[in-house]
């Protein structure tokens, strides 16, 4: 079955970095784009970036244009997401997502998410 598994969350600096990972399992990861979305406490799920299955082409929500890096290693089925000049507000929980379409329309996958605070 299809296993999302994020890492690499937890408390950043205003200003500072982090690393997020998303090791995916059950499916045939090269074939399929991969999303990260975020979700702030009491708000609504935010798609923040997307990358094409070679990974040649990525796209960023303008909130995290410029700070934030998408990118995947195909060998290791796995997504990152470098999160730079980290804000307060990019406080929320990650989660790698993965959409698979069928005749008569798609599934959503999920991983359990990883919370990243940005703090001072």
């Known amino acids: 079955q299809v296993q999302l598994v994020e890492s690499g969350g937890g408390l950043g600096q205003p200003g500072g970095s982090l690393r997020l990972s998303c090791v995916a399992s059950?499916?045939?990861?090269?074939?399929?784009?991969m999303y990260w979305y975020r979700q702030a406490h009491g708000k609504g799920r935010e798609l923040v970036a997307s990358?094409?299955?070679?990974?040649?082409?990525?796209n960023y929500a303008d909130s995290v244009k410029g700070r934030f890096t998408i990118s995947r290693d195909n060998a290791k089925n796995t997504v990152y997401l470098q999160m730079d000049s980290l804000k307060p507000e990019d406080t929320a929980v990650y989660y790698c997502?993965?959409?698979?379409?069928?005749?008569?329309?798609?599934?959503?996958?999920w991983g359990q998410g990883t919370q990243v605070t940005v703090s001072s």
């Open positions: 997502n993965v959409r698979h379409y069928s005749g008569s329309g798609y599934v959503d996958y």
């Open positions: 990358i094409t299955f070679s990974g040649r082409v990525t």
């Open positions: 059950g499916f045939a990861f090269s074939s399929f784009g």
